[in-house]
């Protein structure tokens, strides 16, 4: 085990302008469980990849354990992977692919013996250890895959999208076993994905991307309840925030309460100190409800889209020219065409600059 | 294998392939047939005399000597060469498509061509001398019928040169048909170049290697013009006698009976390959 | 980039400060470069062999017969002639050859493709029965030698006066491209979306209509790669044309039967020749291959 430190890393692919990582620094504690979350593009793969040896930067230290791997080739690394297509070797038996790292390192059939009986265990693959990995299913060779990263004593587990391959039933219940796997072993991990709910779920820390930059870097509530930016806000949760093109109107240097917010004709109260001018509001859906006509700072919307999902019921309304989303309990009853009254929970209003997007919030 | 294929009415298909039925059956069929009766049947009814002249022809005992040790010797060279082109040229070294071109251009090549391409290397007053001729090493009748040794090489440089470009190919594209993710894992888990080589490629190439190591033994039974071309009739191949028998003897009843031989080698080497290809399938995912 | 307003709680995106950058250990970059060197050197040893050869059969061809009588040989094109390669030409029976095996390889093409291509069409688009019985008997007869087949054509063609004619050698041919063209053109086919064809019979297309205006012209680069293909195993094919004519001969059938009779300038100006299409057609033919060879073999 130890903690992997990543100092300004630069990649550029070969006949491509844009960079794939952009000076990128990052440190994963020792027994981390980190998540790079990003969309497809934004170089969490690349910054992956470069740990593990399979790409090499253009600029830029990478450091495991207190060792300088920067260029050494992915075999003298000591980690262990989950990739994507899981790359479980067809040509060899469960038994075999679970162990190939441990034959690999000349340790003894004993060993490998008692480390693949003790993984096949963990992951419930005991009837399956001599079988090839074609008489298997999808779900069964992805247990294969995590197998082979555990049994081996490395310093850091990667994962590569490992969940993005299984249907979403499967998905949603080996995402739990992974959680509980990965905190028994306790192993530093850097855990890839596009899928906010699993960065959410699984993260000690998530580290969110955008083209080839961290956009930001905190643990699973902050990046949700604080995003830094309208893209990270954008990025996680579902539906994702809602952002409104607000008036600020600053009020009292310092002051509490001293600001207020328009949005469309409703005025709200917000932090003191800002500058007046435009800003943009993000608010999640959750953080909205319907109320009646005459609560104070209640925002009038017009219903268009009535989606109830069950646990809850989503909206879609224009405030003005605006949509938001807005997240009701199921049992509020409300049409299409139908105007409702919209209360935003202070708490949880966030703040942006109108251009740049980078949040404003003052506390 | 079986890609979307649908069921349909059955009468079209058949009637899409029955011109090539009637095609093949008229062409390569009965011409099988025939042949079989040529070696086996002669004025008189069956006979087995037309195998027992040429079981005395010591030509004809000579000619499969050659033809067994040239395959026996070849191959071998032949898919180690291949291979360590294929793994330079899976390392993308700079300009590696200009590589694989000229690396396939003896595919195209006939065998007669080739040999003729390597007469003018091994001739005695050819390049090959004139190398040696300039350094002061003096000449070396290569391909002269004393030197049995200088001419098998030829032949097998000739022979390497031209047909292990098929071999190429096909690990080539057996080898595209191979995610790099497998390489990748193994790298990851601490496999070195030559692990991985030994436990990843070789084995995954294994159905690509069979199918060329099969069709490759078929196609070196019938080495024929490139030993022609560099040694006449010095250096005797199979179907090189039943040329022979048939151009220059003016026997085809002696020449079936040899093609016969070849045809037989040929079919079990086919048998084998379509076996070993059917049992390899199912360990594929 | 940065903000100073991000928020206090979350670190933001990493300062752009620059901060001392640690020596890399930059050795195992250096063995990568020595490792990438020795590649190259390891193709250029390759290509060396494979296209050294080429080099001296084409100085060959066109060095002058003075030169090539000169001994030791010169390496370098000082003495480009054509009179090596225009006294080839010239002598008896190679235009012949020529013309006859360029008419061979066409013919044979024709005949090989009004066969195939329907039963190429069968093999990928319908289930019938006898299916794989049917392929399985295609990849068979590529075990046939040639040499099997020749001698009672021979006979066979004697009996009915096409002896000696580029026809003989054409149904020769033919029936040995036959099953090559029906596998290649099957994958042709199946690389076809059926998606496509379907669509075109859902918006009205006849079965025949649906071939021939969205599956033939998908189909055509495939196609016209295949038969580029058989082409060139017409042209290489030596055996069977030798046997099977006597003044008709095509090229390389010219070749190998005046073999013993004739100087070694005629042979090496024979053996650039046949070489020419060889480069050719690789050339054309790099990007369809693998394709071709991947396919063929299965």
Redesign the interface.
């Known amino acids: 085990m130890a903690e992997i430190t990543i100092q300004n890393l630069v990649k550029t692919y070969p006949g491509q302008t844009e960079r794939a990582t952009d000076d990128v620094s990052l440190h994963v504690d020792d027994g981390e469980f980190m998540v790079l979350l990003g969309p497809s593009g934004c170089g969490k793969t690349t910054l992956l990849r470069m740990v593990a040896g399979l790409e090499l930067p253009d600029a830029g230290s990478v450091h495991i354990g207190g060792r300088d791997v920067t260029y050494l080739p992915p075999n003298k690394r000591n980690l262990s992977m989950v990739f994507q297509s899981y790359a479980v070797f067809p040509h060899r038996r469960v038994r075999h692919n679970i162990g190939f790292g441990l034959a690999m390192a000349k340790v003894p059939k004993a060993e490998i013996e008692k480390k693949v009986a003790w993984a096949a265990d963990l992951l419930q693959l005991g009837p399956y250890l001599d079988r090839y990995p074609a008489q298997l299913s999808g779900g069964q060779r992805q247990r294969v895959a995590v197998a082979r990263a555990i049994v081996m004593d490395a310093d850091v587990l990667l994962m590569d999208e490992p969940l993005s391959n299984l249907d979403a039933l499967l998905r949603l219940g080996f995402r739990a076993e992974l959680k509980r796997i990965v905190e028994q072993i306790g192993t530093t991990t850097l855990y890839v994905t596009h899928d906010q709910v699993e960065a959410l779920s699984l993260g000690d820390r998530i580290a969110v991307m955008r083209t080839g930059q961290v956009a930001q870097l905190g643990r699973p509530i902050e990046v949700y309840d604080h995003p830094s930016d309208t893209f990270v806000g954008g990025f996680i949760g579902s539906p994702p925030m809602n952002f409104l093109d607000a008036m600020a109107h600053g009020g009292v240097d310092g002051g509490v309460d001293g600001g207020t917010i328009t949005v469309g004709d409703a005025k709200l109260p917000a932090p003191g100190g800002l500058p007046d001018g435009p800003v943009r509001l993000g608010i999640r859906a959750e953080a909205i409800s319907v109320v009646d006509a005459h609560t104070e700072g209640a925002v009038p919307a017009m219903v268009d889209v009535v989606e109830p999902l069950g646990a809850a019921t989503l909206l879609t309304v224009r405030v003005g020219e605006q949509e938001v989303k807005v997240q009701v309990p199921p049992d509020v009853n409300v049409r299409n065409g139908q105007t409702v009254h919209l209360s935003l929970t202070p708490r949880a209003m966030r703040l942006y600059d109108a251009e740049t997007g980078l949040g404003l919030d003052l506390r | 294998m079986a890609r979307a294929r649908r069921t349909r009415a059955v009468p079209p298909a058949y009637l899409l392939i029955a011109p090539s039925v009637v095609f093949m059956a008229l062409l390569l069929g009965w011409p099988m047939v025939s042949g079989i009766l040529q070696a086996f049947v002669g004025p008189d009814g069956v006979t087995g005399a037309y195998l027992q002249r040429m079981n005395s022809d010591p030509a004809f005992w000579s000619a499969v000597r050659n033809t067994l040790l040239l395959i026996v010797v070849l191959l071998p060279l032949q898919f180690l060469f291949a291979l360590v082109m294929a793994f330079l040229l899976q390392a993308r070294p700079k300009g590696h498509a200009l590589y694989f071109y000229l690396w396939a251009i003896p595919l195209a090549v006939s065998d007669l061509a080739a040999g003729l391409v390597w007469l003018s290397i091994f001739t005695d007053r050819g390049y090959l001398n004139s190398v040696l001729e300039t350094l002061g090493l003096g000449s070396v009748s290569w391909l002269s019928y004393e030197n049995y040794g200088s001419m098998f090489v030829a032949i097998l440089i000739a022979e390497l040169w031209r047909a292990t470009s098929l071999v190429l190919v096909i690990v080539i594209s057996g080898m595209q048909g191979i995610p790099k993710d497998y390489d990748e894992a193994a790298n990851v888990f601490g496999a070195s170049y030559l692990q991985r080589l030994r436990h990843v490629w070789l084995p995954l190439l294994k159905p690509s290697l069979q199918v060329a190591l099969i069709l490759r033994t078929i196609l070196a039974f019938q080495t024929f013009a490139v030993a022609q071309a560099l040694t006449g009739q010095d250096f005797p191949v199979l179907v090189g006698e039943t040329y022979r028998w048939y151009t220059a003897l003016q026997n085809p009843h002696v020449a079936s009976a040899i093609a016969m031989v070849v045809m037989a080698v040929s079919m079990v080497t086919a048998v084998i390959y379509l076996k070993t290809l059917r049992d390899s399938t199912k360990g594929a995912s | 980039?940065t903000?100073a307003?991000?928020?206090a709680?979350?670190?933001?995106?990493?300062a752009?400060v620059p901060?001392p950058?640690?020596a890399?250990?930059?050795?195992?970059?250096r063995a990568?470069r020595r490792r990438?060197a020795l590649?190259?050197v390891?193709?250029w040893v390759?290509?060396a062999?494979?296209?050294v050869?080429?080099y001296?059969?084409a100085l060959?061809a066109f060095s002058s017969r003075s030169a090539l009588?000169e001994?030791?040989?010169r390496?370098l094109p000082t003495s480009f002639s054509t009179e090596t390669m225009s006294t080839f030409l010239s002598s008896t029976g190679v235009l012949a050859g020529l013309i006859n095996s360029i008419m061979v390889g066409l013919l044979t093409l024709v005949v090989s493709f009004?066969?195939?291509v329907?039963?190429g069409?069968?093999?990928?688009?319908?289930?019938?029965?006898g299916?794989d019985q049917?392929q399985?008997f295609l990849?068979?007869?590529?075990?046939?030698?040639?040499?099997?087949?020749?001698?009672?054509?021979?006979?066979?063609f004697l009996s009915t006066g096409v002896y000696d004619t580029p026809l003989a050698v054409t149904?020769?041919h033919?029936?040995l491209a036959?099953?090559t063209t029906?596998l290649l053109t099957s994958a042709v086919f199946?690389a076809v979306p059926?998606d496509a064809e379907e669509a075109a019979r859902i918006f009205g297309c006849t079965?025949v209509g649906a071939f021939t205006r969205v599956v033939l012209p998908l189909a055509l680069p495939g196609i016209a790669a295949a038969s580029i293909f058989t082409f060139?195993m017409s042209?290489?094919?030596?055996?069977g044309a030798?046997?099977l004519t006597l003044n008709q001969r095509t090229l390389?059938a010219q070749?190998?039967s005046s073999?013993?009779d004739s100087p070694?300038a005629f042979?090496?100006a024979?053996?650039?020749f046949?070489?020419i299409?060889?480069?050719v057609?690789?050339?054309v033919m790099?990007r369809y291959?693998?394709?071709m060879?991947?396919t063929t073999?299965?």
């Open positions: 980039m903000s307003e991000t928020s709680e979350t670190s933001a995106r990493p752009a901060r950058q640690p890399v250990d930059t050795a195992p970059l990568l990438r590649l190259q390891a193709c390759v290509t062999f494979m296209v050869p080429v001296l059969i060959a009588n001994f030791p040989l390496f009004l066969i195939g329907p039963a069409y069968a093999i990928a688009r319908f289930a019938f029965r299916h049917y399985l990849l068979f007869t590529r075990a046939l030698p040639i040499v099997v087949l020749s001698v009672p054509l021979a006979q066979l149904l020769l033919s029936a036959l099953p029906i199946l059926v079965p060139v042209w290489n094919e030596v055996l030798t046997i390389p070749v190998l073999l013993s070694l042979r090496f024979g053996g650039f046949l070489i299409p060889a480069i057609f690789i050339a790099r291959l693998l394709n060879w991947g073999i299965r």
